[in-house]
């Protein structure tokens, strides 16, 4: 990449500008000492390893493999689950985690997210006790690792009641037929958790899929995103797959469970709009401290201070709302309302905010070199991912008004 500083840079200012402070109200003070630590490990390595590659592999449309092992060094498999050989934590310490990471890269955040929360908490909240036993550890340990089949080509929102990919029971055996679209990780992972519809009882249920090993089971990779292009994501097709009865999660009865898990993810991804956010922020205010025109810095122009001030009161409201919806899963008492109102407003002020970051570097905006155009592009996928900003209107919706505008 081109030395982003030459492009921008004029004389240094006389006395040294204050370094970009995300955490204005002082929020990562509320953890724990020995979670703070575990942040600081994540920061350390997103900083250090991430951020120094992460551009040229989403020019390149790739995944950094060559990182896995550090990533499997972090110890943050599973974060936020209990037992079987997971992170565990709190989920604040969650929350933060993916937070941190989307600060720097949003799609290693997803990647992770995807498998930990996505792959692994289906298997942990619809799993029987022998199957936690037999497929969490080597997730924890990321020597298997997950992806999560919902979403099909002709059905998103309403994967709900539309789901076509059929589950039918012989025996022991179930035979698996239909196609996932969108699947992050899928083009390379070891392990997907399919849905699917049992035409005998008409109810969604879910199974342990081995990628590499089940015979009918093929992915493409999807080309051509503008967003998250880190992360690979498949269009998966299953013809006459045969799954046995004990990769059916046990625990899983119906679509409602399939939501347990959406409403976990769900203000998961709340945290990483934060954590987008957040990062386009820093580079922009970096970019306002350096940057001179009419001979002075562009942050000292009043209409620029204003964006900044708003750019960093859309990333303080959010964080404020996710800590909150934390200690509300903590007490056992976020909903689905809870969950959904948190991705929705963090989702849209992201989308807001990095927006703004990019009007901020002018031309340079739209460059990948300069680090706030993956931010802002990548934003426009955290915006669609795990129910659309009128899915999540619509939760919260019918929460309030107790009228259901689900068709
Ligand atoms: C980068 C990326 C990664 C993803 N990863 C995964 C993954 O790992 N696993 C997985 O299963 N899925 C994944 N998805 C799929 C994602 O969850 C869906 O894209 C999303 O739920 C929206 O579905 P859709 O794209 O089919 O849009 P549609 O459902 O077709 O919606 C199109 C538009 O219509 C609106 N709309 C639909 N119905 C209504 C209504 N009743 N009222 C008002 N507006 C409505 C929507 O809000 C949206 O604006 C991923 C998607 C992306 C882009």
Known sequence: MASVAKHIMMPKAATPLPAPNVDFY????????????????VRTFMETMVAPIITKYWVEDAFPFELLPAIKELNIGGVGWKGYGCRGGSGLLAGLVAMEMARFDASISTFSAVHSGLAMGSIYLGGSEEQKQKWLPPMARLEKIGCFGLTEPLTGSGASRGLTTTAKREGNTWIINGQKKWIGNAPWCDVSVIWARDPADDQVKGFIVENKTTPG?????????????????????????????????QEDKSFRDTARVLKMTRYMVAWEATGCAMGAYENALKYAQERLQFGKPIGSFQLVQDLIAKMLANITASQCLVVRTAQLEAEGKLTDA???????????????????????LGGNGIVADYNVARFFADAEALYSYEGTYQMQNMIVGKAVTGLSAFV
């Open 217 to 249: 089971f093929k992915v493409e990779k999807i080309q051509n995103k503008i967003a998250l292009k880190v992360v690979q994501n498949g269009l998966i097709t299953m013809e006459n797959c045969r799954i046995p009865e004990e990769n059916r999660l």
């Open 338 to 360: 809870h969950a959904a109102l948190a991705k929705a407003f963090c989702t849209a002020k992201c989308r807001e905010t990095v927006a703004w970051a990019r009007e901020l």
């Open 26 to 41: 002082e929020l990562a003070e509320t953890l724990p000492a020995e979670e703070q630590a575990v942040l600081k490990q």
